[in-house]
């Protein structure tokens, strides 16, 4: 009996671990690697498992990073099923079609383009001398329908025609539509059959709604194991959630093999309960400025607690009530999710909204904006607002726009309130903005490229550290002791390397036994 960890071993995206016990081959998520866009591309399309040998896949949460290979699976002859909370069940409804349509958009994007120079430099040879604007401009209406839309028929035609090499998605709408029929949803705290001797049993992580720690209990020749997957482990005291699980059954608190998350594993937060105050600060501050107020947010999760928590201050009278502008139709969505599951929320949600008959994420200074014409209204409206759109780490969609439009001007202010990777546009922005506010904003601002352009970052830059949905090395040892589990040993996963070495020498300070495993590498639970 043996875990192999495919994916987020040190680093942080691609969760993909696999439980091999007998003949049950369980698969512990099944997520997207992110980051730079060739290497992303290339590892998410190595799927290092054959899909039809794993029996069942069984899901922590609804993270792209943990859920978005999903549909790549069930193309490829998976027979088993993808068991997950109800309320990640739900979410998936949506994130895997949206995960499809960028898959799909970004293959029809690459493969214009690959055209597009083809048929530029066909005409440069032609006529030996620099193409006319007037000649661009032709072929480029060849491969559009209009100014916006790709004519896929066109580009597709002449790739074959001058047989060029094109790409096709990891998969599609359809593809995502038809791995739906093999999700099947559990509440917390019911054992679920997923093998000949195996069971799982989902705990609330408390990281985001419906994010589970996933217990294992595989029989083998008489003896009962367990493994604990923790997926991603939230924080205490956070909005509308519950806080991560401490109390599991005496039966269950002998664990063989905790496999366990490290994205802070070097780091400490800010507590959650100052995060409040400095939000009300930073909307003030800009007030002052006349500026607006833009926030890269995950679709799902940080979204809905921004809203949340803006939704408090207003009710408190302690701010100016600016609009607050939704601007991501997933998000959207993902709202009506966290809507549909009241049953997961912590008591204060409860007690502040539920019983006053309020709906946490409703309310008169809340706008949801859909297409895209209202989104380019938005993004030029003079008049100081909040915008929260995604995506989150500010690689694509419609948060670009924004910031294309407001980067530039020192009245703004950039929130930075999630988790920003290696090699991200949010990650430059993070770091090149605090480091010109640390020299008092002196000198050239840091010019920052995107969307083919150079953009001077003259906007001030904020980071909430108490938003974050994962806990930090304090807070993952006080789940541990608190839990009283007896844990033999400790696999770490999502975590950057010097996060996850960082993490395993101050857990084995508190007495733990720790490997911070390579891809593929075998770890024996005995
Ligand atoms: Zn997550």
């Known amino acids: 009996m043996y875990l192999t960890p495919y994916g987020a071993v040190r680093e942080v995206t691609g969760s993909m671990h696999l439980i091999t016990a007998g003949e049950d081959r369980i698969l512990l998520d099944c997520g997207m690697f992110q980051g730079r866009r060739k290497e992303a591309e290339i590892k998410n399309h190595q799927f290092q498992v054959d899909p039809r040998l794993i029996t069942n896949v069984v899901l922590s949460h609804a993270h792209i990073d943990h859920c978005g290979r999903i549909p790549f699976l069930t193309k490829q002859n998976f027979f088993g099923r993808i068991i997950a909370t109800r309320a990640t069940h739900d979410a998936c409804r949506y994130l895997l079609r949206d995960s499809a349509h960028i898959q799909e958009s970004d293959a029809e994007y690459l493969n214009y383009k690959t055209v597009r120079s083809y048929l530029f430099q066909q005409e440069n040879s032609r006529r030996n001398k620099e193409l006319s604007k007037r000649k661009i401009i032709k072929i480029r209406r060849q491969l559009k329908s209009d100014t916006h839309r790709i004519n896929n028929e066109a580009v597709n035609e002449m790739a074959k025609r001058f047989n060029l090499v094109t790409v096709t998605p990891l998969y599609t709408m359809k593809d995502a539509e038809k791995s739906l029929d093999y999700f099947e949803s559990y509440p917390y705290g019911v054992p679920v ?26 029989t083998e020749n008489g003896k009962t194991f367990r493994v604990l997957y923790t997926g991603d482990v939230g924080r205490f005291d956070k909005p509308i959630l519950n806080d991560p699980t401490t109390h599991f059954p005496e039966e269950d608190k002998n664990i063989d093999l905790l496999i366990l998350e490290s994205t802070y594993g070097n780091r400490k937060h800010e507590a959650v309960k100052d995060f409040k105050q400095k939000l009300i600060e930073i909307i003030d501050e800009t007030t002052k400025r006349g500026g607006s107020i833009i926030i890269p947010a995950f679709a799902f999760g940080r979204t809905q607690e921004l809203i949340y928590v803006l939704h408090e201050i207003y009710n408190e009278g302690k701010t100016q009530r600016l609009p607050i502008y939704i601007d991501s139709p997933l998000a959207a969505n993902m709202t009506k999710v966290f809507g549909e599951h009241p049953e997961n929320y912590d008591e204060d949600a409860r007690k502040e909204f539920l019983e006053k008959g309020e709906n946490p994420f409703m309310f008169d200074r809340i706008h ?83 969307l083919n352009k150079s953009y001077p970052l003259r906007a001030h830059v904020k980071e909430l550290g108490g938003f974050s949905g994962h806990a930090d090395r304090y807070e993952i040892l006080e789940v541990l002791k608190e839990s009283k589990l007896d844990i033999k040993k400790i696999a770490l996963v999502h975590g950057e390397e010097d996060q996850a070495l960082a993490f395993q020498k101050f857990l084995e300070e508190n007495g733990f036994k720790v490997k911070v495993p390579y891809s593929g590498e075998i770890i024996n639970i005995d």
Do not use: W
């Open 193 to 218: 059959s997923i093998g000949k001797n195996t069971t799982v049993t989902f705990y609330d992580a408390g990281h985001i709604l419906g994010s589970a720690f996933c217990l294992l209990r595989i």
């Open 368 to 450: 949801f904006t859909q297409t895209v014409e209202e989104s380019m209204r938005l993004m030029t409206d003079p008049n100081p607002n909040i915008v929260i759109a995604s995506s989150g780490m500010c690689e694509a969609g419609r948060i670009l726009h924004h910031l294309r439009y407001k980067i530039h001007n020192e009245k703004n202010t950039i929130l930075i309130v999630g988790y920003m990777a290696e090699n991200t546009l949010g990650r430059r922005i993070l770091t090149e903005g605090e480091a010109y506010e640390n020299n008092k904003r002196e000198g050239e601002p840091p010019l920052l490229n995107f």
